[in-house]
């Protein structure tokens, strides 16, 4: 008697996803004070009208939440001028990515993705059955002509972040527009914009346009960065008509439960606190570069809430023993081996105690 009749199997390709592995969240026993920078949360927390919000819900968790998440989707569409009936709400744009690589790829299909894109494209592809596809980049930047090169008959999804996690570089709405152009028109354009309130930049788009105009493209979002929300997963996709209602089928019941709803709401409602967080994180994200630089590290321009910092290539100061260091003294950076950079760090735009507290160690271990 083989193995696989001894107990239930998995079907083929599971088994060959790497799981992923989520930024640390612990300094060492013994840290009196610990500033988590790993995973690129707001320092200024989630806005206070949404922590009221979740504190109502509290007194009514018999009750199942809508759902259609309506006025969620109604919030969200009253603040981007977008119709709800084409938004999706689902639990983190997570979820929302593996139900559009779940609903449009099928075993032997082709999924691409960059190649220092987001871990979990990999992922929702191979657990679709789907072959994942890598695109060449250049400058830590995605690029629009290896992407469409690698466009076969056999491609149905392209998953594009914009700006990416965890490089913090974005391309103009024109490249964008120009990689949608170069698709066929059966192959879905995912815009995965999960920074956008961050960028700062004139040329940026976050996809909106593109897919009001068109049946080919989907954006999600997320209120975990901006909105403080990531402790309760909210994400929402804005679609084709056609593309939600497919997703509205596939979809969880009650994906979106009934505190991240009202928590929602609220946030999207509190401009004040978008506006104080965008403010902030501009001027310490410049604030970061500069110093940084100084210190005679090289980072990768960001436009996002985080900042990619690449050490040295010696045996001493590599990133691996920066992070050690620096989580002996309370700051907790994000190890990106996995992502292609073995020798960086990605470190959340933080509090100024915890951004002067990097960069002070930071000086320290270059120089011990």
């Known amino acids: ?112 993705f960059t190649e220092h894109g987001f871990l979990v494209y990999k992922i929702y592809i191979q657990a679709a059955g789907a072959v994942p596809v890598v695109a060449k980049e250049t400058a830590e930047t995605a690029n629009v002509d290896a992407i469409l090169a690698l466009v076969t008959p056999r491609t149905k999804i ?44 004139n040329d940026y788009e976050s996809g909106i346009e593109l897919v009001s105009a068109f049946e080919n493209v989907v954006m999600t979002r997320t209120f975990s960065k901006i909105h403080g929300l990531g402790g309760a997963r909210i994400g929402w996709a804005y679609c084709p008509p056609h593309i939600a209602d497919a997703l509205n089928r596939v979809r969880g019941p009650f994906n979106v439960n009934a505190a991240a709803i009202e928590a929602g709401v609220a946030a999207m409602g509190d401009r004040e606190h978008v506006q104080r967080t965008v403010v902030h994180n501009a001027h310490w994200l410049e604030w970061l570069n500069v110093e940084l630089a100084k210190l005679g590290l090289r980072v990768t321009p960001s436009v996002g809430n985080f900042v990619l910092i690449h050490f040295p290539d010696d045996a001493k100061h590599t990133a691996a023993a920066a992070d050690d260091y620096l989580s002996a003294r309370g700051y907790i950076l994000r190890r990106v081996a996995g992502y292609g950079f073995p020798n960086a760090l990605r470190m959340t735009v933080g509090t100024e105690e915890a951004n002067r507290g990097v960069v002070a160690s930071l000086s320290e271990f270059l120089k011990s």
Request: glycine fraction near 8%; charged fraction near 20%.
């Open 158 to 201: 392209v998953f594009l972040a914009n700006p990416n996690n965890p490089t913090g570089t974005y391309i103009p709405f024109d490249e964008v527009k120009r990689l949608h152009a170069g698709l066929p028109k059966n192959v879905l354009l995912v815009v995965d914009a999960a920074y956008a309130e961050y960028v700062r930049r």
């Open 1 to 112: 008697m083989t193995a696989n009749q001894n107990r239930p199997q998995p079907k083929p390709g599971i088994l060959d996803i790497e799981a992923y592995v989520p930024g640390k969240s612990a300094a060492p026993a013994g840290i009196a004070k610990v500033h988590k920078l790993s995973s690129n949360e707001n320092p200024l927390g989630a806005s206070p009208a949404a922590i009221e919000a979740v504190r109502k819900v509290a007194e009514k968790l018999e009750f199942y939440p809508d759902g259609s998440a309506a006025r969620l989707r109604e919030a969200i569409g009253a603040a981007h001028g977008l119709n709800p009936a084409n938004i999706v709400c689902s639990n983190g744009s997570d979820e929302v990515i593996g139900l559009l690589a779940q609903t449009y790829l099928s075993p032997g299909d082709e999924g691409i």
